[in-house]
């Protein structure tokens, strides 16, 4: 018996006093969440990202890379691969997103809520506060 499709509104902070809930299908892979976080912040998509599951930025556990940080080898496994199902997303489940590993932009992440129902097109279901500037790290001469 197929089970029914289910979606996630998931809270994404960017520090204090701004946040965006975003819903998506638990169909959707770790780098549509990527991409989804990045446009609900205004952020250009033009660097390295990763996910830490067990809510601790830079370990080696339960963590989820690009695919091109390390294309060649099996170390890591990659965003494009799982999907937030097979990630095993849960209610309460905090998690990290590490974006650009230069300038490491982190985004605190928590499932809120699983949905019975199927989301087609990920959406910005709540916003609070001005997204940074992701560009504010460097002098505009440098750009």
């Not at 990763?50 to 809510?55: G, L, S, T």
């Not at 890591?76 to 199902?85: A, E, K, V």
């Not at 087609?120 to 505009?140: C, F, M, N, S, Y």
Request: glycine share 2%; with cysteine.
């Amino acid at each position: 018996m197929a089970t029914k499709p289910k979606s996630l509104v998931i809270s994404v902070s960017a520090g204090s006093g701004c946040y965006r809930h975003l819903k998506i299908s638990e169909q959707a892979t770790l780098e549509e969440l990527s991409s989804e976080i990045l446009e609900a912040f205004d952020f250009i998509d033009d660097h390295a990202h990763a996910f830490f599951m067990n809510n601790r930025p830079w370990t080696d556990e339960d963590c989820y890379y690009a695919e091109f940080v390390d294309e060649d080898d099996d170390e890591y496994r990659h965003t494009c691969d799982y999907t937030l199902r097979k990630a095993k997303l849960h209610v309460d489940q905090k998690f990290v997103y590490v974006f650009d590993f230069g300038d490491d932009w982190e985004f605190r992440c928590r499932v809120l809520k699983i949905l019975d129902e199927q989301t087609e097109i990920p959406e910005v279901v709540r916003t609070k506060g001005d997204p940074p500037d992701q560009l504010a790290p460097w002098p505009d001469d440098d750009l």
